[in-house]
Nanobody, 123 residues
Framework: QVQLVESGGGLVQAGGSLRLSCAVS????????MGWFRQAPGNERECVAA????????YYADSVKGRFTISRDGAENKVYLQMNNLQPEDTAVYYC????????????????WGQGTQVTVSS
């Protein structure tokens, strides 16, 4: 059974940083892409960053380019999202998600999801 567990959310002032972690278990092989998504009230769930199973391919939403960095540790089956220079518009519930096969950015293409972690950025 696949399980994704996020950690690292919280409250931070504008300009601050947070690092989200996602521990993945249950995949029989390492051939899965990972994504970090966020959803604010009234908004559609959007992909902010994604990474291929090899770690070579990455995607960033325009709104977070230069501020967020996605990485993965294959040995520990973890994926990270380093978020710097956070702004109030980054406030949302952040989810990690996994899918077998190549990197994709639409949430409907992902099979497995974590429970979400709240990120709140105060101005």
């Amino acid at each position: 059974q696949v399980q994704l567990v996020e950690s690292g959310g919280g409250l931070v002032q504008a300009g601050g940083s947070l690092r989200l972690s996602c521990a993945v278990s249950g995949y029989s092989s390492g051939n899965y892409a990972m994504g970090w998504f966020r959803q604010a009230p009234g908004n559609e769930r959007e992909c902010v960053a994604a990474i291929s199973y090899s770690g070579v391919g990455t995607y960033y939403a325009d709104s977070v380019k230069g501020r967020f960095t996605i990485s993965r540790d294959g040995a520990e089956n973890k994926v990270y999202l380093q978020m710097n220079n956070l702004q109030p518009e980054d406030t949302a519930v952040y989810y990690c998600a996994a899918k077998t096969g190549p990197l994709r950015i639409h949430h409907r293409e992902y099979d497995d999801w974590g429970q979400g972690t709240q990120v709140t950025v105060s101005s």
